[in-house]
């Protein structure tokens, strides 16, 4: 089975490289923080020979059965969507799952029934491009939040059974005048 085990990797090199964005106080939204993994991600990939043509959408629309979800971060090979990212910034608050994580089941459950559209509005003619899920997608939820919770504890409680094995976390954590220090989450599986 294929677990997605070069982009897990990659997401987590660039999240590492996000840690140093916050403590030298570059990142202060969530539109930041989605940025600096967008560009973080974006700069690795490319010095990979492999991996360069992969693509990186923000938000893109996808129409689910219960309405419309816009991922943070969409990651596709070729014209296949392999990765999605979910976002959250809370530097001084506890880390909200909730609405992400329903966002991510809603994505897995229906994803043979989805795809993404890239259209272009303006510039030279191109083919449009439809991006379907593969069959092997990575699902994260990745969040800079205060340190005070028992996310290891529960993240099998958190964790949507429809993603299954192709989920993790990337928690960075805030404690009052230290750095931030980051926890990967793995899939229990």
């Not at 959408?57 to 689910?64: A, S």
């Not at 005048?177 to 926890?183: H, K, N, Y």
Request: charged share 30%; with cysteine.
């Amino acid at each position: 089975m294929k677990r997605r085990i070069p982009l897990r990797n990659n997401l987590i090199k660039a999240w590492l490289k996000c840690k140093k964005d916050y403590d030298a106080r570059r990142i202060n939204s969530e539109r930041t923080l989605q940025a600096a993994l967008w560009a973080h991600l974006t700069a690795i990939l490319r010095k990979d020979p492999i991996r360069k043509h992969q693509r990186l959408f923000l938000e893109p629309i996808f129409r689910v059965e219960a309405g419309t979800v816009y991922p943070d971060l969409v990651i596709c090979n070729c014209r296949t969507i392999i990765g999605v990212v979910e976002i959250k910034y809370l530097p001084r608050a506890r880390p909200k799952f909730s609405k992400d994580l329903k966002t991510l089941a809603a994505l897995a459950s229906q994803r043979k029934n989805l795809k993404m559209e890239n259209l272009r509005y303006r510039g030279v003619d191109t083919e449009q491009a439809e991006f379907q899920f593969s069959e092997h997608v990575l699902f994260c939820w990745a969040g800079i939040h205060r340190r005070e919770f028992a996310a290891l504890d529960e993240f099998e409680q958190r964790r949507p059974d429809v993603v299954g094995e192709y989920y993790f976390e990337m928690h960075g954590l805030t404690e009052e005048a230290q750095p931030l220090s980051t926890v990967i989450v793995p899939s229990p599986l």
